[in-house]
């Protein structure tokens, strides 16, 4: 039967949730929500569902959001996206209790449907068709797009290297009849490339910022007024013995460490029993404020354990302003992730690990501004880091970060917590995908890799590792594998990149001579009569 949340004969006693309520919805409850909630405790969907009303601006507040027990979350589905605006806020602070696992400021699901379908945008990004100088106010974009006045979007820096941050975002304040040309609220503050140069050979390379919207109608954020406690108790002098319990170190300098870098998180996560109980749809959605520093596993979307998910996807949305990366996917494989806007992100863009089997999906996306956190160790950032081979990676661009774009992490099968000693897997597809001006690489590889032909575990039947078709221009470096076993970069263009085009070391335990069948090898097979250097400061060093 459904119900309406507005309603007083939805509810026991007559009487609407309010503030610091824990909220159940059992399995013969559909609410339906008409008007916004206060900052609940808990919702707790234990096998009902809750649907935001479509006609209506609605917005959603809580501590704690869980599904289980095959509960329902649903902003508008695939085939009726939802209209209008709908907001789900979480509260918290780095002093409120923590559920075992999940931890506080959550949205959870280990059982169930969660369905967040914003309005489809026609293009979510695109590059710039003229350059622009400081000053403009005016943004000419390659495709016409169907954005609109007073929405925010990203311009990415096209600058050499990643010492000064000229990543911009902006505010839209008028379109051009054919929408083509953005006129923006205030003037960019560094110049925007776009040009085309051609080069010997019948090559051409296109320059030119990406414009990025961050703007959608369905919202998860996490609210960055959540009061720490304004009065905490002095730390007290122990006078009796040194074996005393202190207080005072729950209310340090150390401990409070992350007070403003504490946003939500939406947990994805469940047993790996072949069959996930959880279905994720997550389209043109923004996600921002999200993500916990210094909290391993407290990401803004968190894919975590959940063995195949082929019919699971983050399509089309923002993600933005975050505190411990952006989407992580654990011992998760098939969710297709593409046309999603990453941007000023601490940590990795998109992290994949412990997934073999069922390819992970990455196409179209846009990277800007990912960038370190002292709060998620000393690791350096990468907009996409691979711990396993067999993904499809093709059509993405990265731009304006600290360190790396790619970074692919190889490490034997056997290790992680969904291990398979019997299973080595062929290198997937990655193609067509660019970087620029990232303070290091474009493409980082280390680890040893021995793709197998027949991905069971049989060291006479290699294969090699392809990388293919990447554009790296104004980076500190093109291409840099590290203990380079059988790798192939093919049909790579690398311009004015600070330190080197392509850098390969091989192990200093293995005779460079049983290489050349295998790799590594740089070829440019699709351009016979182009070859590095193209400028002073590219060029190929095998170490």
């Not at 095959?70 to 923590?98: C, D, K, M, S």
């Not at 290297?161 to 304040?173: D, P, Q, V």
């Not at 179209?364 to 990912?370: G, H, I, P, S, W």
């Not at 370190?372 to 711990?387: C, E, F, K, R, V």
Request: glycine residues 8%; charged residues 15%.
């Amino acid at each position: 039967m459904q119900h309406l949340w507005s309603s007083i004969n939805s509810w026991d006693n007559d009487v609407l949730p309010v503030e610091g309520d824990i909220v159940v919805i059992n399995q013969t409850q559909w609410v339906i929500l008409d008007q916004d909630t206060p900052v609940l405790n808990t919702l707790l969907i234990d096998g009902g569902a809750v649907y935001f009303e479509p006609t209506k601006n609605v917005e959603l507040k809580a501590r704690y959001i869980l599904i289980q027990n095959n509960g329902t979350l649903q902003i508008g589905t695939e085939n009726e996206p939802h209209p209008t605006r709908a907001v789900i806020t979480l509260y918290g602070h780095v002093f409120q209790t923590e559920l075992p696992l999940f931890g506080t400021k959550v949205l959870m699901i280990n059982n169930g449907s969660l369905e967040l379908h914003g309005m489809p945008r026609v293009v979510t990004w695109t590059h710039l068709a003229q350059s622009a100088e400081a000053g403009s106010t005016t943004l000419v974009l390659t495709h016409p797009v169907d954005w609109e006045v007073g929405e925010k979007i990203v311009v990415s820096s096209t600058g050499r290297g990643a010492l000064n941050n000229e990543n911009e975002e902006h505010e839209i304040a008028a379109i051009s009849a054919d929408n083509y040309t953005l006129t923006l609220v205030n003037p960019i503050r560094y110049q925007k490339l776009s040009s085309t140069v051609n080069y010997t050979g019948n090559v051409s390379a296109m320059f030119a910022a990406e414009v990025g919207l961050l703007t959608r109608n369905v919202v998860i954020r996490g609210d960055n007024n959540s009061a720490v406690p304004s009065s905490l108790p002095e730390c007290i002098e122990e006078t009796i013995q040194q074996s005393t319990k202190q207080t005072c170190y729950w209310y340090s300098e150390l401990y409070k460490k992350g007070v403003n870098q504490f946003g939500g998180h939406v947990f994805i996560g469940g047993p790996s029993n072949g069959t996930s109980p959880v279905r994720a749809h997550i389209a043109y959605t923004e996600f921002t404020y999200m993500g916990q520093a210094y909290r391993p596993g407290r990401h803004p979307l968190h894919f975590n354990s959940m063995g195949p998910m082929n019919e699971s996807h983050v399509n089309g949305c923002s993600i933005h302003n975050t505190f411990n990366g952006a989407v992580i996917i654990n011992g998760t494989q098939g969710v297709l992730v593409e046309d999603n806007v990453i941007y000023d992100v601490l940590g990795n863009g998109l992290f994949v690990e412990n997934a073999p089997g069922q390819e992970t999906i990455i196409q179209r996306n846009l990277f800007v501004n990912v960038k370190n956190s002292s709060g998620l160790g000393t690791a350096p950032s990468t907009a996409i880091w691979m711990g396993e081979a067999n993904n499809t990676v093709i059509d993405n661009v990265v731009a304006g970060g600290n360190n790396f774009g790619f970074w692919y992490n190889f490490v034997p099968s056997e290790k992680g917590f969904s291990n398979a000693s019997t299973f080595c897997p062929e290198m997937g597809l990655f193609q067509n995908n660019t970087v620029h001006s990232q303070g290091w690489s474009a493409l980082f590889i280390n680890g040893s890799f021995d793709p197998i032909n027949s991905e069971l575990c049989n060291l006479t039947d290699l294969d090699r590792t392809v990388f293919g078709k990447l554009f790296a221009w104004n980076n500190g470096k093109g291409a840099v594998c590290l203990d380079c076993e059988h790798v192939e970069l093919q049909d790579m263009l690398f311009i004015n990149n600070v330190e080197a085009g392509v850098e390969l070391s091989i192990p200093t335990n293995v005779n460079p001579s049983t290489y050349s069948s295998f790799g590594p090898i740089y070829t440019v097979s699709d351009l016979p009569e182009y070859h590095l250097p193209v400028i002073a400061t590219d060029n190929i060093d095998i170490v």
